[in-house]
């Protein structure tokens, strides 16, 4: 077979497998009201998105660069090869009104961040570096090989108040962080060291959980150490008064702290315990392949919603299968259980590919946010294609889990760690670390290799559903693939304001024009190289896309 031929047959394989379905088939319930991207000369990568109090957001997350663009501090590590934390303030509508950046001569990685009772904030992740920088205490590994749990607490202003490595001398990594009662805070995350430092206790076989309690000038006043006979990784705490319970993933059978036996692969575990770190109960939940727990929460009932990725199909726990029944792709799994832990319901959401759940927002009504990434394209429970390989997908699901909205934030390249969360009754904001130049939602170019990104959407009141249906907007390319050219059919749609335009996966333009009247544009495709390509329909009340794969 000559290599030419076999590109043709990848390419109609991934058209085939990735894009099994290429068009919405109705307008998408929310438009940009503004974005905004952020970063420096490299890479910024999100981890979560906070509002305060004068109607402005704080971005927290993790930098690469130096003093570029909107960091206007040094890179702690003067060889810029580490990361450091950083973290932006902004106004309501996306402006940047301040930034600070935390770090030592090491990698420092912010995984959590959380608004406190003070008004100030408190930034939780981890550390590989020593006593140097903003870093206040040696690293347990003097060998800075292993990282240290690193707290850092802020006042309003993002000013370092203090700082705290919590750990022993081997590795700990961060989960989250919550403020159960004004002043006093619960550090979950998970620790392989053993008894020594900050641990307190021996462990009980590989990762373990483990729970820290510090005050408001950053005290270590106890810690708890819960585990099983293998791995355990805490990801996620939900806690209200004098009550916590921590979530993740475990591989463990039943012993130790774990009272279950493992269904197969890595199960949901989740442990209900009080202030003293008491254990009151644990649950495991999972099938028979890999299911991890990446968020828990509570509902204003005191019920318990487990988010997170499942490769199980309909098995043990789970009750409904992956919409990719291979063991390679994963949906997003959502379990709602009472405050003992027992399950009432479960849900399993996805499409033709790999999905995962970065956070769940309770609201007020009992309806359930849910943001995370999503390489699929129109099918299943997603109502929209992928622009890029990889977007951030967000849909709203009521008390029972019944989906009532879904939106893809589009873009022509890779965004991940999306984090979202309701503003009001019908505006949404979404933070992503994206890869993507101005396309799609996006109207900026990055700054470096990777951004934070922010949007904020509303619902669209240019058009509604029932203005326009999938025949009165769709269009059509022929042939599809295509070789010398292709003939695009827009159904009669004609005018000043409709644009038709080519691009690249990338988002490159490579060809734009109107539609002719005769409604068959004809486009010349012999310059532009064989591949997957995206064309828009734009007007001035809808955008459609379609994907184009050229074969020469």
């Not at 001398?169 to 008894?195: D, F, K």
């Not at 269009?475 to 159904?491: G, L, S, V, W």
């Not at 004809?522 to 009340?541: A, Q």
Request: with cysteine.
């Amino acid at each position: 077979m000559s290599v030419n031929n076999a590109f043709k047959l990848i390419l109609l394989f991934l058209v085939t497998f990735f894009f099994l379905s290429t068009s919405y088939s109705q307008p998408p319930a929310f438009a940009p009201a503004w974005n905004m991207n952020y970063g420096g000369s490299k890479d910024e990568v999100i981890a979560v998105v906070i509002p305060s109090a004068d109607g402005g957001f704080l971005l927290a997350g993790t930098s690469f660069s130096g003093q570029s663009f909107d960091l206007t501090e040094p890179n702690r590590d003067s060889t810029v090869q580490s990361s450091d934390y950083w973290i932006i303030k902004t106004d309501q509508n996306g402006n940047k009104l301040w930034n600070r950046r935390f770090g030592g001569s090491s990698g420092e990685t912010l995984l959590h961040a959380i608004a406190t009772f003070d008004g100030g904030y408190l930034l939780s992740g981890t550390s590989f570096s020593g006593q140097d920088g903003d870093k206040t205490q040696v690293n347990h590994d003097s060998s800075l090989v292993t990282p240290d749990i690193w707290i850092v607490k802020t006042d309003s202003l993002g000013n370092k108040l203090w700082d705290i490595r919590l750990g022993g001398n081997q590795s700990e990594q961060m989960g989250e962080s919550v403020e159960i009662i004004p002043g006093i805070y619960l550090i979950a995350g998970s620790t392989v060291s053993p008894q020594g430092g900050n641990i307190s206790e021996p462990g009980q076989g590989g990762w373990d959980y483990w729970m820290a309690l510090i005050d408001i000038n950053g005290n270590l006043l106890s810690d708890k150490r819960f585990g099983g006979t293998a791995d355990d990784f805490c990801t996620s705490v939900a806690a209200d008064t004098g009550i916590m319970v921590l979530g993740g993933y475990t591989w463990s059978g039943t012993g130790g702290d774990k009272s279950q036996p493992n269904q197969g692969g890595a199960d949901y575990w989740m442990i209900k315990a009080d202030v003293s770190g008491n254990k009151l109960w644990d649950k495991s939940y999972g099938g028979t392949l890999n299911d991890w727990l990446f968020d828990i929460t509570t509902t204003p009932d005191q019920y318990l919603v487990l988010g997170g990725q499942a490769f199980s199909g309909a098995t043990g726990d789970k009750s409904e299968p992956n919409h990719d029944p291979g063991p390679n792709g994963s949906d997003r799994w959502i379990i709602k259980a009472d405050s003992a832990g027992n399950k009432i319901w479960d849900r399993t959401y996805g499409a033709d590919q790999i999905e995962d759940v970065n956070n769940i927002e309770v609201l007020a009504n009992g309806n359930l946010l849910i943001c995370g990434e999503s390489y699929s394209s129109q099918n299943g429970n997603k109502s929209e294609p992928n622009l890029g390989p990889e977007q951030t997908w967000i849909f709203m699901t009521d008390g029972s889990g019944n989906i009532l909205w879904d939106k893809t934030l589009f873009t022509f390249s890779h965004d991940e760690k999306g984090y979202a969360i309701m503003l009001d009754s019908s505006c949404f904001l979404a933070v992503n670390y994206t890869r993507a130049d101005s396309s799609g939602y996006k109207t900026q170019d990055n700054y470096g290799e990777g951004d934070f990104w922010m949007i904020k959407m509303c619902p669209d009141t240019t058009l509604s559903v029932s203005d326009a249906s999938a025949e009165k907007t769709a269009f059509e390319i022929m042939p599809n693939p295509a070789k010398e050219y292709c003939i695009i059919r827009t159904n009669g749609q004609t005018g000043d304001d409709v644009i038709l335009s080519l691009r690249t996966v990338n988002g490159y333009l490579v060809w734009s024009g109107k539609p002719n009247e005769k409604d068959e544009t004809r486009i010349d495709l012999t310059n532009f190289p064989s591949g997957i390509y995206l064309v828009e329909f734009k007007s001035e009340k809808y955008r459609q896309y379609k994907k184009l794969v050229i074969l020469h």
